[in-house]
């Protein structure tokens, strides 16, 4: 097939999950066109059939805000009719679904038919996109796309909660090549980050106030004051000076090490102990899996589809939003005791293959193909 994929090329989930469909795709034997404003963060290689299309929207003073949806929307026709693009998958309802929808209706002028498949990542659906001022369009696309996919059965119930949704909506879980993540676990250079009597603690987000990033150093600030500890802290975000305020007021600066944004997650994971999301909201947790996919045990909060990838008193442990001393008790119960702490980290890990990409991949297969074969029909 050959298949064009919408997605934000930033370092948010899911925009990592669109990359690693599309470059598993590729492997897979399909031709992928990635059509975004940038290379997508997680897409390094581009061969003979991952191609990558800038959509440019040209600055003019005139307009108070860049019309990027029509840009995009311009660009999908043209790319769709240069490359014979038979599908298109989209990532995150806004503005991708719509501006597809304009781009679908464009080519039918034209005899072409091109297929729309949206999958709903969370924020789209939770936080931006049920906002009154976004609901209308947001529940337009969802609904005339021809296929649409949630990452958890949380976003779906959401989904059906929050808009008037006349459209099958398909759960396919996020997914990890767990490849990426089969280190032998005895090579991480951990000694680089710390003693070998403090245990190490994580977390990666893009430090918006959803991710309840102050949550974090309030349970790490218990976990210290009981046992040698370290925090990794990965991404950048609007929180970032709060947390580093935070941190110095609360004299742990020099207890934990900011690592702005990584393309070396895998690194970082491989040498740590336990990681924290504490979200407000959460649709599925890609980065709880990829911490899991690494060995790594989960203190998280129960919100969303994380009780989904998370299982609790198995992988992990998770507690009611902002309920950190709930979070620092369980982290101390798991860190406590060597023999527990590998029974958790060996369980995250096998909690992580039911998420392996060669079981997810062709669960999206199949839908590009059912949703083809229905078009073809009408
Ligand atoms: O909040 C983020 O981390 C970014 C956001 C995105 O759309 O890029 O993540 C959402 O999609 C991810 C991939 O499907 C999910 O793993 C995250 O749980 C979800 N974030 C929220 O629901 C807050």
């Not at 009154?132 to 976003?155: E, G």
């Not at 977390?203 to 790490?220: A, E, G, Y």
């Not at 939003?321 to 979070?327: A, F, I, P, S």
């Not at 669960?363 to 059912?370: F, L, P």
């Given at each position: 097939m050959t298949i064009g994929i919408v997605c934000y090329p930033t370092f948010g989930g899911s925009g990592v999950v669109a990359t690693e469909l599309g470059l598993e795709l590729s492997k897979r034997g399909h031709e992928i066109h990635f059509i975004t404003y940038n290379?997508?963060?997680r897409l390094e290689l581009v061969s003979n059939n991952v191609h990558y299309h800038e959509v440019n929207v040209p600055e003019y003073p005139l307009f108070h805000y860049q019309p990027y949806e029509l840009a995009l929307s311009s660009k999908l026709v043209d790319m769709v009719k240069l490359h014979s693009i038979e599908i298109l998958h989209v990532h995150y309802a806004i503005p991708h679904a719509y501006a597809a929808y304009m781009a679908k209706k464009m080519l039918q002028e034209e005899g072409i038919h091109l297929p729309i498949v949206t999958t709903l990542h969370g924020t789209d659906i939770t936080l931006v996109g049920s906002h009154p001022f976004y609901k209308p369009a947001v529940t337009f696309s969802i609904n005339k796309s021809d296929a649409v996919t949630a990452v958890s059965q949380s976003l779906k119930d959401d989904t059906l909660r929050l808009f008037n949704i006349t459209n099958e909506i398909n759960v396919v879980p996020n997914f990890i090549d767990l490849?990426?993540?089969?280190?032998?676990?005895?090579?991480?250079q951990r000694g680089i980050m710390a003693k070998d009597n403090e245990k190490i603690i994580t977390h990666i987000s893009n430090l918006r106030p959803v991710k309840r990033v102050q949550d974090?150093?309030?349970v790490f600030y218990g976990i210290q004051k009981e046992i040698p500890a370290k925090l990794m802290f990965i991404g950048e975000g609007p929180e970032k000076e709060a947390i580093e305020n935070q941190c110095r007021d609360l004299?742990?600066?020099d207890k934990v090490i900011f690592f702005g944004k990584s393309n070396e997650i895998d690194k970082i994971l491989c040498f740590s102990d336990l990681f924290l999301l504490p979200s407000q909201t959460e649709s599925f947790g890609l980065a709880a899996l990829e911490a899991m996919a690494s060995k790594v045990a989960v203190i998280s909060s129960n919100?969303?589809?994380i009780p989904e990838v998370n299982i609790q008193g198995y992988s992990g442990f998770l507690s009611n939003v902002g309920d950190t001393d709930d979070m620092i008790k369980n982290a101390l119960h798991i860190l406590k005791d060597e023999k527990r702490l590998e029974d958790f980290k060996a369980n995250a890990r096998n909690q992580?293959?039911?998420f392996d990409l060669h079981a997810i991949v062709p669960q999206y297969e199949s839908i590009y193909e059912d949703?083809?074969?229905k078009c073809l029909v009408l």
């Amino acid at each position: 097939m050959t298949i064009g994929i919408v997605c934000y090329p930033t370092f948010g989930g899911s925009g990592v999950v669109a990359t690693e469909l599309g470059l598993e795709l590729s492997k897979r034997g399909h031709e992928i066109h990635f059509i975004t404003y940038n290379q997508p963060v997680r897409l390094e290689l581009v061969s003979n059939n991952v191609h990558y299309h800038e959509v440019n929207v040209p600055e003019y003073p005139l307009f108070h805000y860049q019309p990027y949806e029509l840009a995009l929307s311009s660009k999908l026709v043209d790319m769709v009719k240069l490359h014979s693009i038979e599908i298109l998958h989209v990532h995150y309802a806004i503005p991708h679904a719509y501006a597809a929808y304009m781009a679908k209706k464009m080519l039918q002028e034209e005899g072409i038919h091109l297929p729309i498949v949206t999958t709903l990542h969370g924020t789209d659906i939770t936080l931006v996109g049920s906002h009154p001022f976004y609901k209308p369009a947001v529940t337009f696309s969802i609904n005339k796309s021809d296929a649409v996919t949630a990452v958890s059965q949380s976003l779906k119930d959401d989904t059906l909660r929050l808009f008037n949704i006349t459209n099958e909506i398909n759960v396919v879980p996020n997914f990890i090549d767990l490849d990426k993540y089969n280190h032998n676990f005895t090579d991480c250079q951990r000694g680089i980050m710390a003693k070998d009597n403090e245990k190490i603690i994580t977390h990666i987000s893009n430090l918006r106030p959803v991710k309840r990033v102050q949550d974090v150093i309030k349970v790490f600030y218990g976990i210290q004051k009981e046992i040698p500890a370290k925090l990794m802290f990965i991404g950048e975000g609007p929180e970032k000076e709060a947390i580093e305020n935070q941190c110095r007021d609360l004299g742990i600066l020099d207890k934990v090490i900011f690592f702005g944004k990584s393309n070396e997650i895998d690194k970082i994971l491989c040498f740590s102990d336990l990681f924290l999301l504490p979200s407000q909201t959460e649709s599925f947790g890609l980065a709880a899996l990829e911490a899991m996919a690494s060995k790594v045990a989960v203190i998280s909060s129960n919100t969303g589809g994380i009780p989904e990838v998370n299982i609790q008193g198995y992988s992990g442990f998770l507690s009611n939003v902002g309920d950190t001393d709930d979070m620092i008790k369980n982290a101390l119960h798991i860190l406590k005791d060597e023999k527990r702490l590998e029974d958790f980290k060996a369980n995250a890990r096998n909690q992580a293959l039911k998420f392996d990409l060669h079981a997810i991949v062709p669960q999206y297969e199949s839908i590009y193909e059912d949703t083809l074969s229905k078009c073809l029909v009408l």
